[in-house]
């Protein structure tokens, strides 16, 4: 049995926060976490946001971001205790023994700079290579990691390549100083489902080739059940669980893990149309300005009442520039919208305010959706005294009825953005829609940027409210779980066209077109060896093709 490369030991981490009108105040984050990560081993960091995930996996780099305090515990890493080291030694670990792979690649490098230049700098400022070395290293791991033209994809500039590939490239340059650990944070979120298959396998099979032993952060339980041995559940800056993957996915011992494993647990059952859609968008073809090509083209969809419709399909597929159609902010070249028996004007300003009522929105980032100076109840009041012209005690009054209609009841008619977590600010923006009165919502991923758990309770909140209300959505996504759990009726769009149409158990049942099939079976499922099957399928078909 070799030595572990990485012993943590009874880590505390602190950090300081400053509420409004009082004085600062430290708190703890983390609360005395051990394990324990040998060389070619990969443990998976699983939890919802303010768990302590990031923060576990930063401090194996010596570091503490944003204010975040090391106050206790030890770090070992190949021997030596990190936080009794000089500022020199840590220097030599970060980028040389211990690198890191943020969740937003696009937002980590240089745009100025070109890809070859980043992922070769720290093994060369390192002296692990000569600069002619690391380029030769960097061309084999483009290769390995399954990027195009790996001879001269180095030689682009960032946002000359896609996100999925830029992704990749930053796993090529935390492997190229042949580091000892790799912390990958959530490499693999901000990705489509089709996209994060490819990037995973290329990550796992990297893990396995280079010997490297990895952290792998993540909030998605069958995202990490590919690519870890074993698993700790984090919740509140405690160790809720610590186990195998297999162990952790299918005999968990503590309710939060059985909760996390079984999240998605809805069952929608899929509601027969009315006779009358309340949107009816026909064969509609757009473009943006000061452009020559459309991106939208000859869409056809209807939305019932009381039902969701899910738009789905990867990044760039039209999904959300289909939302601005309908909404009036694109007007399209050809086609119409009719809605509530009516037709939409194509022009937001040539839309009634009854139009503008009858149809709202939720915007996937509630934080910069909603004016962090304004308290909650002026955020939900505004509609209410807009379309309604409520005002004093009445306005009070709805605003508290809205309030707990959302679930979030007393005491937050007062607070501002800042003091909500992120299921509440989603809930505050669900309400100010519904303050409207609406017929309809669009939804625009509004949960894709939620903790599971969270995002759950987001969703049977939108259900329940819907069965209340008798409100209609259209939601937008390239989450299949969730298509799953909430839709009627599926729209799934590729390169702006409509590639696949009608109710739920149609959508989803064989025989498939490529590109759905391609979709559907993208989605991680919770069970050891997924990765493998897919991979093995997909070279089989390519094989046969």
Known sequence: MSDPLVKVRDLKIGATVYPPGEKPKEIEIVHGVDFDL????????????????????????????????ITGGEVWVNGRDILQSGLRDVRRLR???????????????????????QVTEAAI???????????????????????????????????????GQLQRCMTALALCP??????????TTALDVTTQIDVLAAIKEAIRDTGVAALYITHDLAVVAQVSDHIMVLRMGDMVEYGTTDQIINAPKEDYTRALVSV?????????????????????TARYAGTRFDVLHDVTVDLHPGQTLAIVGESGSGKSTLARVITGLLPPREGRIDFAGRSLSPDLAGRSREDLRELQMIYQMADVAMNPRQTVGTIIGRPLEFYFGLKGREKQKRIQELLDAIELGDGF???YPAELSGGQKQRVCIARALAAKPKMIICDEVTSALDPLVA?????LLLNLQKIEDVAYLFITHDLATVRAIADSIAVMYQG????????????????????????????????????EVIAHRKMESAGH
Do not use: C
Request: hydrophobic share 30%; charged share 25%.
């Open 95 to 117: 980028g040389g023994e211990v690198t890191y792979v943020s969740q937003s690649a696009a937002a980590s490098f240089n745009p100025a700079k070109k890809i070859m230049e």
């Open 264 to 284: 998605r647990s809805i069952k929608h059952v899929e509601k027969p149309p009315t006779p009358e859609p309340v949107l009816s968008v026909r064969n509609i």
């Open 125 to 163: 400022r390192h002296n692990k290579f000569s600069r002619r070395e690391a380029e030769s290293r960097a061309v084999d791991l483009f290769t390995r990691l399954g990027l195009p033209n790996p001879e001269t994809i180095g030689n682009r500039y960032p946002h000359q390549v896609s996100g």
């Open 497 to 532: 066209r409509v590639q696949r149409y009608g109710g739920k158990t149609e959508v989803l049942s064989p025989p498939f077109d490529d590109y759905t099939d391609l979709l559907l079976s993208s989605v991680p499922e919770m069970k050891l060896g997924w990765l493998e």
């Open 413 to 415: 008619q007062d607070r």
């Open 178 to 187: 042949e580091p000892d650990l790799v912390v990958f944070d959530e490499p």
């Open 38 to 69: 040998k060389k070619g081993e990969v443990l998976g960091l699983i939890g919802e946001s303010g768990a302590g995930k990031s923060t576990i996996g930063l401090a194996t780099m010596a570091y503490g971001r944003g204010g975040v305090e």
């Open 456 to 460: 759950d309770g987001i969703l049977k």
